[in-house]
């Protein structure tokens, strides 16, 4: 019998409203003949009121209680619909993460599954029941309760589709599927019927919210196909992700902004009168830049070669880190007089993504002139093999999307794309 994995997320599941409509998807699929597992997330905002019921008990909640605490909203999720489908007449029973034998490693609020004990959810399969299970959870080797961090669920479908050798991996939200860019920004936005793994990871990464970055990556690792689907219209085929010979060949497939980073430029103080001080401070900025690489910054690569020539850096973090990496700058700041930095949280990255645009000096040229041409201020212009980005203010963000997108993404406008069986 064909096995599926069925995802849907918070604005799918936000009321009881929507979680009867969510049940009647799965009924309908589950009637074509086919093996269910259904991955849920927490209803609506319920994390993010969850978060800021936290926030007003504690100012720095430790992670641990923070992932007991965030596991509760998919907990109510996964009974709620697991109700509904027996309501509708059918088998059901629903699991936590640990539950259905997801174990990760032990890094509290942004976990990394491991492996996937699939012995619970197969022995349900063969009873003939829909495995309704909570996303964005797991449970480390010594029985702790962890989260995957934001869009987890997705995360928890893709690797439940692996583990199950399941045929397909359908994640069903708020959209239909994915874009040449922001259609709430950009009106000339285009859906795209069919993308490969490379360029969606690369989409992801750069901004793209429909699809979390690593569901993509594990996705691609074990080639399971992902159909991004509207809970909503749930007859449309949506975006196929799949492996690149099965997509269609064009060469810049989207733009992607992305507004969850933060800037900073550190100014390196140089009042050394000795040589015994100058090796100190040699130590010190390599440890800093050390640091900085371990905690996942962006940017370092081209100007910290070599700490005895530097005299300032610049760099781009994660929200969700920069209170850590501004912690390290105040350390430096404070051991090194005449040391200072600068942080910006009003920042977009804008990446222009496609296969092999990276390596096409004309293009890069022609990207960044049109930013300039429209009086956009730039900095962090990058390239790697698969796309071409720069940083903005976010004041610009529509404007600069907008442009870019008339100009390199037209291609995809001018003739509908099929979708990839």
């Known amino acids: 019998m064909p096995r599926l994995v069925q995802k849907f997320g918070g604005s799918s599941v936000k009321d009881a409203e929507h979680i009867l409509r969510v049940a009647k998807i799965v009924a309908d699929t589950a009637r074509e003949g086919k093996e269910l597992v259904v991955v849920v997330s927490a209803m609506g905002d319920t994390t993010d009121e969850l978060i800021k019921l936290a926030a007003e008990i504690s100012d720095n909640p430790d992670r641990r209680e923070m992932d007991m ?30 539950q259905a034998g997801i174990l990760t490693d032990e890094t509290h609020s942004f976990a990394r599954i491991k492996t996937v ?17 909570a996303g964005f959870q797991g449970m480390t080797r010594t029985s702790e309760v962890t989260t995957l961090g934001r869009g987890g669920s997705d ?9 199950l050798k399941a045929e397909c991996c359908d994640i069903y939200t708020d959209v239909d599927g994915v874009y040449t860019t922001d259609p709430r920004s950009c009106e000339a936005a285009r859906r795209l019927h069919a993308v490969s793994y490379e360029e969606m990871l690369e989409l992801a990464f750069s901004g ?19 159909r991004l689907r509207s809970t909503f219209k749930p007859t449309d085929t949506g975006t196929l992700v799949t492996s690149r010979e099965f997509t269609p060949n064009y060469k810049i497939c989207g733009l992607a902004c992305d507004v969850d980073n933060v800037s900073f430029k550190l100014i390196i103080g140089e009042d050394f009168s000795t040589e015994k001080n100058e090796s100190k401070h040699q130590e010190r900025l390599k440890k800093l830049i050390d640091d ?16 005895s020539e530097l005299s300032n850096l610049e760099f781009l973090c994660q929200k969700r880190i920069s209170q850590d990496i501004q912690s390290l700058l105040k350390e430096f700041v404070s051991e090194l007089p005449g040391s200072e930095f600068f942080q910006d949280n009003e920042i977009a990255k804008l990446s222009l993504v496609g296969s092999g645009i990276g390596t096409d000096i004309a293009l890069a040229s022609e990207f960044q002139s049109i930013l300039n041409g ?23 963000r529509n404007s600069a999307l907008n442009k870019l997108h008339q100009k390199f993404c037209a291609q995809n406008l001018e003739q509908p794309l099929e979708a990839t069986k």
């Not at 212009?381 to 698969?386: A, H, M």
């Open 69 to 98: 605490l965030l596991a509760t909203g998919e907990q109510i999720s996964i009974a709620l619909l697991t109700l509904a489908l027996q309501k509708f007449g059918l088998k059901a029973r629903s699991f936590t993460g640990p």
């Open 155 to 163: 995360t928890t479908a893709v690797a439940l589709a692996a583990a």
């Open 374 to 396: 429209a009086s956009i201020p730039t900095r962090f212009v990058t390239t790697s093999d698969i796309s071409i980005s720069a940083i903005i203010p976010q004041s610009y």
């Open 292 to 307: 900085l690489h371990s905690s996942g910054v962006d940017g370092l690569d081209s100007n910290a070669k070599n700490t």
């Open 208 to 226: 793209a919210q429909v699809l979390n970055a690593r569901s993509v990556e594990l996705a691609m690792k074990n080639r399971v196909p992902i």
């Open 117 to 133: 004990h699939t012995t619970r959810l197969e022995a349900s399969l063969r009873r003939g029941e829909i495995a309704v299970v």
